[in-house]
């Protein structure tokens, strides 16, 4: 299984903007067909409504463009996307960049001003803390790769055991 934003696999509006993002490159999609992915929005964990105040990482904390500190709520989120990490089975996740909880190379800086910069959202730092490995929506390649990865070796040790028995 392969854990993802569930902006980024549609169906239900959660962004902060209420606006739609699905991702639409085919391997995603054939992914979608074929049951992999679990879809999962932090924020929406956390309590959060759709549509809500836009926020942005600063330092360990997150603060919301009125500049309430809304850490607590992305933190569950965080915890919640782990455990479901956990619990599925996932091999990795493809996350939405840019988010405050999602983003996994870059986020927006914490000035509110459109400037982004390399950083991870909440949840993906909690992801990789926990030991999975996150991609943004803009690094398929490197997922796809590490999947044919993934799945060869499952293939080789399924022959291993049948030829051991
Ligand atoms: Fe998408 Fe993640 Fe934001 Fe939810 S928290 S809307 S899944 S980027």
Known sequence: ?????????????????????EETDSRFLIWKDE??????????????????????????????????????????????????????GAVFAVMKQNSPSCGSR??????FSGKKICGQGLTAEYLRKAG????????LDAACALLDDIEKCDIRRCREGKSND
């Open 1 to 21: 299984m392969i854990l993802v934003s569930e902006c980024l696999f549609g169906g239900r509006i959660v962004r902060y903007d209420g606006r739609a993002c």
């Open 35 to 88: 049951g992999r992915l679990v879809p999962i929005c932090p924020e929406v964990f956390g309590g959060l409504s759709v549509p809500r105040m836009d926020a942005q990482r600063s330092g360990d904390k997150v603060i919301d463009r009125a500049g309430h500190d809304v850490t607590a709520k992305y933190e569950k989120g965080a915890y919640e996307a782990v455990r479901l990490a956990k619990e599925s």
């Open 106 to 111: 870059c986020v927006y800086d914490g000035s």
């Open 132 to 139: 999975f490995i996150v991609f943004g929506e803009d690094e």
